[in-house]
């Protein structure tokens, strides 16, 4: 089986979430009430780093990355998204 290793810096709170990127690419559309999450390999592997530094224990309550069309990763065509920690858990 082969693995896929991802590095995330620790969270620094003088800066924020820090999720280094590869540059890949990633289209976020609304289906029928459907969030559907499109992407080559590196912009998937981009999403994941978010999320891992979300994840950071370190990371506050309701820390979060705003990601807008036509700013990396998302294509213009995409629907922004936000990725959020959740403010109401441990």
Same mark, same amino acid.
């Given at each position: 089986?082969?693995?896929? @290793?991802?590095?995330?810096?620790?969270?620094?709170?003088?800066?924020?979430?820090?999720?280094?990127?590869?540059?890949?690419?990633?289209?976020?559309?609304?289906?029928?009430? @459907?969030?559907?999450?499109?992407?080559?390999?590196?912009?998937?592997?981009?999403?994941?780093?978010?999320?891992?530094?979300?994840?950071?224990?370190?990371?506050?309550?309701?820390?979060?990355?705003?990601?807008?069309?036509?700013?990396?990763?998302?294509?213009?065509?995409?629907? @922004?998204?936000?990725?959020?920690?959740?403010?109401?858990?441990?």
């Amino acid at each position: 089986m082969n693995e896929i @290793s991802l590095s995330v810096p620790p969270y620094d709170p003088a800066v924020g979430v820090v999720a280094p990127a590869e540059g890949g690419s990633v289209t976020v559309e609304i289906v029928d009430g @459907s969030v559907e999450i499109f992407g080559d390999p590196a912009g998937l592997r981009d999403l994941a780093r978010m999320l891992l530094a979300l994840s950071d224990v370190r990371a506050p309550k309701g820390a979060h990355i705003h990601l807008d069309a036509g700013i990396n990763p998302l294509d213009l065509g995409s629907a @922004s998204l936000m990725l959020a920690r959740d403010p109401r858990a441990r």
